[in-house]
């Protein structure tokens, strides 16, 4: 993985959280916002150069 995109992945877990926590849910939220962390990480273009 690039190592421009590795922020996604922690910040999708943080957001799962908080709404797994709000629905009082944290296990299945923290899932999701795995799984949308690694799809946004795998989706959103590399830039070219520094």
Known sequence: ?????????????????????????????LLIGLGAGILLSAVVPKRNGK
């Open 1 to 29: 993985m690039d190592k421009k995109h590795n922020y996604f992945i922690p910040s999708g877990l943080l957001i799962g959280l908080g709404i797994g926590i709000l629905f009082d849910h944290p296990a299945p939220g």
